[in-house]
Nanobody
Framework: QVQLVESGGGLVQAGGSLRLSCAASGSIFSINLMGWYRQAPGKQREWVAGITSSGSSTNYANSVKGRFTISRDNAKNTVYLQMNSLKPEDTGVYYC?????????????????WGRGTLVTVSL
């Protein structure tokens, strides 16, 4: 099992910045990818950014590319999301995700773990 706890959300004006943190514990050695998702009111959850276990590769949704940066500190078992130039449309609950690939040899399916989320509100 993997436990994820997000922090760092809050209220910020448009153009401002926030840094989200996701502290991971448990069987984190088995995790292949970490990511951030968000869910705006009345909308489906969407992927925002992802990072590999080593931190060598990152990817971003087009809507946040150039404004958000995902990073990780493996010594602290923590993943970060630095959010700059925030817009009202960035408002939502941000969730940390840990993904484990499937293991065909053992028949283990892929696994996803989720935190409870942290609310980000961007005002005009």
């Amino acid at each position: 099992q993997v436990q994820l706890v997000e922090s760092g959300g809050g209220l910020v004006q448009a153009g401002g910045s926030l840094r989200l943190s996701c502290a991971a514990s448990g069987s984190i050695f088995s995790i292949n990818l970490m990511g951030w998702y968000r869910q705006a009111p009345g909308k489906q959850r969407e992927w925002v950014a992802g990072i590999t276990s080593s931190g060598s590769s990152t990817n971003y949704a087009n809507s946040v590319k150039g404004r958000f940066t995902i990073s990780r500190d493996n010594a602290k078992n923590t993943v970060y999301l630095q959010m700059n130039s925030l817009k009202p449309e960035d408002t939502g609950v941000y969730y940390c995700n840990a993904h484990k690939y499937s293991d065909d040899d053992s028949g283990t399916p892929p696994m996803d773990y989720w935190g409870r989320g942290t609310l980000v509100t961007v005002s005009l």
